[in-house]
């Protein structure tokens, strides 16, 4: 089933609709109320004509780009908005407008305040207000600046806070919609799981059982069944890394080195870290393993595990193979094998975590990356 779109700015672009109707309206009102006061009226009846168009042109273009930014028609709207402004010129001379005469657009002129705040945010909502501002100080003029004060400040706190809010409900969308193609990933992943589960994994699981009871030849297709089994389980049990802005899931990042002969066991909930963090552990990890598979010995299993203690995660990597004592490891560095020194102790230092070696021979090794 195919899931609408999430676009939380719909509301905000039905209320502007409304509103730049609602305005003219007002703004009709507001020359028959007055009619007696206009110099000339015919001037006038033309200026509300124009509104009144340019007001359905423009409801008719942002309601069929809902959720869209409608940047391009938010300006084509301040200009012809600010012409519109001038058009009261026609109804009224210059010298009676300064003296006193109402601009006939009246809080018509608000529109796109909100349209740029909408589609811009709050950066946008400022800018048409101070344009419809000095639009509206030239028709005045200097000397009448402070009878404007609580208009432009209107204007301003309209454009500041219907910014912020769609902003907000920008940032809100994407996340919602991120949560929702999460919980669609999730679900198909099950659906494919349970699937694998019933059908593949069940024949991988006869093949190395077989396999490995008949021996000779057999054996290889038994190995090569058990390492398919063990990356179909991980594929399915993989789960997004990326998070919430810089911080990634360092179980995420770690599910899939799962083999044969790694087990990783990681906390149901995320382990959040920054990701250059995260990426660096990792990589540690990395060549611990790399340790196991050289020096365990051919038949060391190794197992790794993620423990988050809220100010401290611990990440430990542990095998049954040879192991060996701390002063080899001591030697090794000296003689310039810089595995241990620098790819794993290097790199948590680096992170200001700390690294614990425990090995003896016959006991295998265990390593603990603290950060």
């Known amino acids: 089933m195919e899931r609408e779109t999430v676009d939380l700015l719909q509301p905000l672009w039905r209320a502007l609709v409304v509103f730049r109707i609602i305005t003219w309206g007002f703004a009709c009102l507001g020359v028959w109320t007055r009619w007696d006061g206009i110099a000339r009226p015919t001037g006038a009846l033309l200026q509300l004509a124009v509104m009144g168009i340019w007001t359905l042109i423009s409801s008719l273009g942002y309601s069929r780009r809902w959720g869209r930014r409608n940047t391009r028609l938010a300006f084509a709207d301040l200009i012809v908005t600010v012409g519109c402004m001038y058009a009261t010129l026609w109804a009224q001379p210059l010298i009676d407008i300064r003296g006193g005469a109402s601009v006939l657009t009246s809080l018509w002129v608000a529109g796109p305040v909100l349209a740029l705040a909408i589609s811009r945010g709050r950066d946008g909502g400022l800018l048409g207000a101070a344009t419809i501002s000095l ?10 600046a402070s009878k404007i004060l609580s208009n432009v400040q209107l204007l301003l706190v309209a454009g500041l806070v219907v910014g912020y809010a769609a902003s907000t409900m920008r940032r809100a969308g994407a996340r919602l919609r991120s949560a929702i193609a999460a919980e669609s990933a999730t679900a198909e992943r099950l659906r494919l799981s349970r699937s694998i589960h019933d059908g593949v994994l069940q024949v991988l699981a006869q093949v190395q059982r077989r396999g490995t009871a008949i021996g000779g030849d057999a054996l290889e297709l038994a190995q090569l069944a ?13 789960r997004p890394a990326v998070a919430d802005g810089d911080r990634v899931d360092l179980c995420g990042l770690l599910l899939p080195l799962a083999t044969t002969r790694v087990d990783v066991v990681v906390p149901a909930a995320q382990v959040l870290l920054p990701a250059a963090t995260a990426s660096e552990l990792v990589a540690a990890v990395k060549e611990a393993l790399s340790n196991v598979s050289k020096h365990a010995g051919p038949d060391a299993r190794s197992w790794v595990a993620v423990e988050d203690l809220g100010e401290e995660v611990v990440v430990s990597i542990r095998d049954d193979g040879v192991g060996t004592t701390p002063a080899r490891l001591e030697q090794a560095r000296v003689d310039g094998h810089l595995g241990v020194s620098q790819s794993i102790r290097g790199r948590i230092a680096d992170l200001g975590g700390t690294v614990t070696v425990r090995t003896a021979p016959g006991e295998g090794t265990e390593w603990e990356l603290k950060v």
């Open 226 to 238: 058990a390492e398919q089994e063990v990356a179909l389980r991980t594929l399915m049990s993989t």
């Open 135 to 144: 639009a509206l100080l030239s028709l005045r003029g200097v000397d009448n």
